[in-house]
């Protein structure tokens, strides 16, 4: 779960550090005050895009990091082990300094990270929900995602995708068999020519004889040059290896009176068998070479080879060798078009492959569909909707897709007697924030992460519906941590942590939050209610709020 929160010259925050409890926690404020601060700090710690907004007036840079507790079974603790930043403390730091000049750097648990390494572990650890979720309930896929999500129809639904593809993969192999029929021969006879003329030069290793070849052209200098550096080694009069031992023997007698001096004898002591070794190695290597005047002129004939070969099909001679595999392998592709026959049957059979697995996914969705429908009616009854109803309608599409063999619509009415139409056509807009919040929550029931994220998605909503989402809320709150910005006090007044954004006049200014102690919440419940002017009245009825969540618990 989500510890604790550091913000440093971010947006408006100067400096503040959050502890976040676990359970059902809340941020609210008077508009403007910056709410979304912890979400916007959260989301740069997650690997969210960020901008130069985020960098405090007058300031270099924003510092922000985010502390996650985790279980050693965990999703998250498996990511870690696997790319060796857990450590002992159980703990998850994710940090993101973002500068004015609109670069950021990442680190996770100390280490520098990648931008795509912060999003792969927020997401195991971090579900984001918004008040624009709601308008994804009217695009056409969204009712499919949602139910195979819900169940957790991922496999079979990858596998009819994975099928589709390999299917329509071998359409095109054998529509491509088709077409080559006709330049196949034309070219089979090309590639077997240029592949027996590449035949045997490619045995050869180019840059093996080209060293080879340049080794023999300056047979004479390398052995004047090593004879010349073999003398001052160890044949002249004073050579290295004398002049070495002299030294050595001198530094040695001193050694034992200062221990920089027995480092230093130790040093050259090292160096010198270096040298040895290297003189012993320099005679070995100038006794084994010899020039050979044929083997050089069958060098440069191989090498003129490449070099023809190399300028006749516009390549670098070292690049043959990968010439002649490419070619070898269309060969063999134009080889097995020789029958297209062949590559039809193969279309049948993934085509029939495809089909059992759409079939099958088909038929999983539409058995989870009902009981998913008459789940979703029930909990959207109580946001003051009593007749509402849903149903999923299946319609079969033309062509099957990827996305398998049929349409897939979220069909709703709110008054009783009248027939269940396609949502975006029917559900206003104060409907559709109800439904989306219950569609979030029930999604969020089966999500892996342990924080869940709400932005102000009890918009639209008040009174009894707020104080029933609410409800919801923190009755998810039994398993998961949640973080939620919200305007409505029946909301807010089920949380187990309250905080308070405050926007202070300072120069520039600047944002504060303030983790509510039970008196401090009930003057917020007041302000939320009951506007500026707080009373005795406003206050009473915050009190009952808060009293309705002791109830409730």
Not at 149 to 154: L, P, Q
Request: glycine share 4%; proline share 3%; with cysteine.
């Amino acid at each position: 779960m989500l510890t604790h929160l550091t913000l440093i010259n971010f947006a408006l925050a100067e400096h503040l550090a959050i502890d976040i409890h676990q359970g059902f926690n809340v941020l609210t404020g008077e508009t403007g005050a910056g709410k979304s601060l912890l979400l916007d700090a959260l989301s740069a710690c997650l690997g969210e895009r960020t901008d130069t907004n985020y960098v405090r007036y007058g300031s270099e840079k924003a510092d922000v990091t985010a502390t996650f507790s985790y279980q050693d079974n965990s999703p998250e603790a498996s990511w870690l082990k696997e790319h060796e930043l857990d450590d002992e403390s159980g703990e998850i730091h994710l940090r993101r300094v973002i500068f004015a000049t609109g670069r950021s750097k990442a680190w996770i648990n100390g280490r520098p990270s990648s931008l795509s390494e912060l999003k792969e572990i927020g997401r195991l650890l971090v579900q984001l929900y918004s008040q624009h979720s709601q308008q994804q309930l009217l695009e056409p896929p969204y009712p499919k995602r949602w139910l195979d999500r819900y169940y957790n129809f991922h496999e079979p639904a990858q596998a009819v995708r994975d099928a589709y593809g390999t299917w329509h993969k071998n359409i095109r192999q054998h529509q491509a068999a088709l077409d080559a029929q006709a330049t196949r021969k034309q070219r089979i006879e090309t590639l077997e020519l240029q592949l027996e003329e590449l035949e045997d030069i490619i045995q050869i290793d180019y840059q093996d004889i080209e060293q080879e070849f340049d080794r023999l052209s300056h047979h004479e200098t390398i052995m004047q040059d090593c004879a010349y550096s073999l003398n001052g080694l160890d044949e002249a009069e004073q050579n290295i290896n004398q002049e070495l031992s002299s030294i050595l023997r001198r530094i040695e007698s001193h050694a034992g009176r200062s221990e920089q001096l027995s480092e230093i004898y130790n040093s050259l002591l090292n160096a010198q068998s270096e040298i040895e070794d290297a003189t012993a190695n320099l005679r070995h290597f100038m006794d084994r070479q010899s020039f050979d005047p044929e083997r050089m002129e069958e060098l440069n004939s191989q090498l003129e080879v490449f070099h023809r070969l190399a300028r006749k099909y516009r390549t670098q001679p070292e690049l043959l060798k990968e010439e002649y595999e490419a070619w070898q392998t269309e060969l063999d592709q134009l080889h097995q078009l020789e029958d297209p026959e062949t590559l039809a049957e193969q279309v049948e059979l993934s085509y029939q492959d495809f089909i059992a697995k759409a079939e099958y996914l088909d038929q999983i969705r539409r058995e989870a569909a009902e009981p998913l429908a008459k789940q979703l009616t029930e909990q959207v009854k109580q946001l003051a909707l009593p007749e509402a109803y849903f149903e999923f309608k299946f319609e079969a599409l033309d062509e099957p897709g990827s996305e398998g063999l049929s349409f897939i619509q979220l069909l709703f009415t709110a008054n009783k007697g009248i027939p269940a139409q396609p949502l975006a056509r029917v559900a206003s807009g104060g409907e559709l924030s109800r439904i989306a919040l219950v569609m979030q929550v029930m999604n969020a029931e089966k999500t892996e992460a342990e924080v869940l994220v709400f932005d102000e998605i009890d918009v639209g909503i008040s009174g009894g519906t707020a104080e029933i989402v609410g409800r919801l809320l923190a009755d998810l709150a039994q398993h998961v941590q949640i973080l939620c910005i919200t305007h409505q006090a029946q909301v807010a007044a089920q949380s187990d942590q309250h905080l308070l954004v405050k926007k202070q006049q300072t120069d520039p200014a600047s944002s504060t939050i303030i983790d509510l102690e039970e008196d401090e919440r009930i003057q917020e419940l007041a302000r939320m209610t009951g506007g500026i002017e707080i009373n005795e009245t406003t206050l009473q009825h915050a009190r009952q709020l808060r009293h309705l969540k002791f109830q409730h618990v």
